[in-house]
């Protein structure tokens, strides 16, 4: 079932990256519409319906058990990618992606249901492999959306998200009726058993945590590739998305050094606050015009936000009991999708107003203050990393 679920969330990221960086190209191809401001409010829309989507989902879920609502929620969105893909007209357009999106979002609910099957000690080795699933998949769904658009149609890319969908649905309908695949497993019956119940002030000063690092974290995404571009005086598109894909490099290399640890019984010897301060420093390398330290700057940012955000997942699942782990996820990530819609609206005023420099200072200003405020908020001391996630 394990292997299973987690297929479904790789099919699911990648088939959600393949337009992502390109909308700009797809308006102008598809609709003829050049407006920045239209395709920032439409991302701007989809973050926003991710965030009233998945709470709904998750009280759903709560009396429709997920491998039944999944195949369901996945058929619509196959749907409503085809009323995208063949849509002339721009309201129709918008009304049909962002429902197939607020379809789509009821796959975060996986996250969850993986960590209920999960016993605790296994909790931060299945976070972290998440967390590279997520990073690679979306680089990898970007990548296979930029070789598409040069092949083929705009409208054709909607069609491959749609078949993404429909093998999605097939998976869990696979899954429902496989007679050795199980919705529980005797560990995480102990677990359930013996989990305290999740304090709600606790879990939304989390999310506060959450809010202002996500905000800083992305605050640098939106123009990072301009940025090494102009840096680097290297106008090549390809080299741009390694560059940019140096983060995702070094959570997967952080996943390695975290098993290989753990297999030799080797503790965790950085805290809390090293990773922190290291982030800031990786932001304010990355500002320097010199490319070696953009470089490095660029892989301690990397390093830290992989570490930093297995760390902040955890606290989460600590908080909570895995009979309300999609309900609490489902506010904690509302929390995290607005920290990412504030970033990008906050990023394009930095650039307007103070260049390509400043989102990477407020950035570093920003994991500064989450350091300053993390005991305040998890009211507890900045702890040495658990479970193997921490170099």
């Known amino acids: 079932m394990r292997r299973v679920l ?58 429709v058990a997920l491998l039944r609502l999944l195949p369901v929620t996945q058929l619509a969105a196959a749907l409503l990618c085809l009323c995208s893909a063949f849509s002339n007209s721009m309201p129709v357009f918008w009304l049909a992606s962002l429902g197939m999106v607020a379809c789509k979002a009821s796959y975060l609910l996986i996250y969850p249901l993986l960590m209920s099957q999960t016993p605790r000690q296994q909790h931060g ?6 967390s590279v699933i997520v990073h690679f998949g979306g680089i990898g769904g970007a990548l296979l959306g930029g070789a598409l658009l040069g092949l083929l149609p705009p409208g054709d890319i909607f069609l491959l998200m749609a078949l993404a969908d429909l ?24 677990e359930q058993a013996s ?3 999740a304090a709600g002030a606790a879990l939304w000063r989390l999310g506060l945590l959450m809010l202002l690092f996500y905000c800083s974290a992305y605050l640098v995404r939106g123009f990072f590739a301009l940025y090494w571009q102009q840096q680097s005086g290297i106008d090549n598109n390809l080299l741009a998305a390694a560059v940019f894909a140096l983060p995702a490099a070094m959570a997967l290399l952080g996943l390695w050094h975290a098993r290989w640890r753990s297999q030799r019984g080797l503790a965790a010897t950085a805290g809390l606050r090293h990773l922190w301060w290291l982030g800031a420093a990786g932001l304010l390398l990355q500002a320097q015009p010199w490319l070696p330290l953009l470089l490095l700057g660029r892989c301690l940012f990397g390093w830290a936000l992989f570490q930093l955000t297995v760390w902040l997942d955890l606290q989460l699942f600590r908080h909570s009991s895995p009979a309300r782990y999609a309900r609490d996820y489902s506010r904690i990530s509302l929390c995290q999708n607005l920290g990412v819609l504030l970033s990008s609206s906050a990023a394009g005023v930095l650039v307007a107003g103070h260049g390509l420099l400043a ?27 658990s479970q193997g996630v921490c170099p």
């Open 195 to 197: 989990s305290p119940q």
């Open 125 to 130: 080795s299945l976070i972290g492999l998440l």
């Open 359 to 385: 989102p990477f200072v407020a950035a570093a200003l920003g994991l500064l203050l989450c350091w300053l405020l993390s005991p305040v908020l998890l009211r507890e001391p900045a702890p040495a990393l």
């Open 167 to 190: 093998l999605q649905m097939a998976l869990c309908l696979w899954l429902r009726w496989h007679p050795r695949a199980s919705c529980a497993t005797p560990e995480a019956e102990q």
């Open 6 to 63: 987690l297929t479904l969330t790789s099919l699911a990221v990648v088939g959600d990256a393949v337009l992502l960086p390109f909308y700009p190209q797809y308006f102008a191809s598809r609709f003829g519409v050049n407006d920045a401001s239209l395709v920032g409010n439409y991302l701007a829309a989809m973050c926003l319906v991710v965030m009233l989507a998945l709470p709904a989902w998750a009280a759903l879920a709560r009396r």
